[in-house]
């Protein structure tokens, strides 16, 4: 909920209408203010709110010079202990509490849905309580609510990584896993190399570029291994292991391992396959540079 509103806005989102009138009936005081703002509140977020506080003060001084109520007779309004206010809001908006099968079925939904797509969490949590406002559920608690996007990020995880060691395959799977394997230093060196940028231009630098380029390619990754993942997870997944040494992947589960590798090496395969024709026309604007310098000055 945000917090700053104009006196248009909360005109517009905050007035209570005919219906709500008929809901809030004989009730006065405190639960009079109390309930309206909390009708209005689930009418603007598909949720009740946990604290008093969550509340825009500006908002509240609508509300109450609305009811004829103090604004500061909403601090005795018991908001945890308000469950028939409650359920009286959800049926008069055509709202249900979540069960345990709701919290599944978008556990899923998000794994399959939002997390290949959307990285970061508050995205994901303000996806998770769009879904259960257009499925008109009320959604679970905080604690709920982190439970089922932890899950569904892991869920998806697993399935990621499950389907980019299918697409290796078994020859190219081992490959990869050689790179981190203890006491292997040729794996280690080319970890390395590939985390490293080509440098200054010169003929040492195109040399080393086509040289890191062959031994990638000797991995044998499929092409389109990532083709139909979004860019963003794929370099997020290559940022990961950018920073890992060979002990940070041996302490992932072989899956995990395997799919940071391979994101690692497919991402930098494809900026290397760029990057010696980029060098070499770099080297011959400094050698024609350097040839136009020595015939002005001769």
């Not at 940070?248 to 760029?274: G, K, N, P, Y």
Request: hydrophobic letters at 40%; proline letters at 5%; charged letters at 30%.
């Amino acid at each position: 909920m945000r917090r700053e509103w104009s006196p248009e806005d909360a005109v517009a989102c905050w007035t209570l209408v005919d219906g709500d009138w008929d809901l809030v009936a004989n009730k006065s005081g405190p639960t009079r203010l109390g309930f309206c703002l909390m009708l209005k509140f689930f009418e603007i977020e598909g949720r009740f709110p946990e604290f008093i506080e969550e509340f825009p003060q500006p908002a509240v001084a609508y509300v109450a010079g609305l009811v004829k109520v103090p604004a500061a007779e909403l601090g005795k309004y018991d908001l945890a202990g308000a469950k028939r206010h409650r359920k009286q809001i959800r049926e008069a908006l055509g709202f249900r509490p979540s069960t345990l099968a709701d919290e599944e079925r978008l556990t899923e939904w998000m794994a399959t849905e939002v997390c290949p797509v959307e990285l970061v969490e508050d995205r994901q949590r303000e996806a998770l309580l769009v879904q259960c406002r257009v499925e008109r559920i009320e959604p679970p608690g905080r604690t709920r609510v982190e439970k089922v996007l932890v899950a569904a990020r892991n869920r998806w995880e697993r399935a990621f990584c499950a389907r980019t060691v299918e697409r290796l395959g078994e020859v190219c799977v081992g490959r990869l896993l050689t790179l981190v394997a203890e006491g292997n230093d040729d794996g280690t060196a080319l970890l390395a190399s590939l985390k490293r940028d080509p440098g200054a231009v010169g003929l040492d630098s195109l040399l080393t570029e086509i040289t890191k380029l062959n031994d990638v390619r000797r991995l044998g990754l499929p092409e389109g291994l990532f083709a139909d993942c979004s860019e963003k997870m794929v370099a997020a997944w290559r940022a990961r292991a950018i920073k890992m040494y060979p002990s940070d992947f041996r302490d992932t589960s072989e899956d995990v391992r395997v799919t940071l590798l391979a994101a690692l090496c497919s991402s930098r395969q494809a900026e290397i396959t760029d990057a010696p024709v980029e060098l070499l026309v770099a080297l011959v604007h400094k050698i024609n540079a350097r040839a136009e310098r020595r015939v002005e000055t001769s």
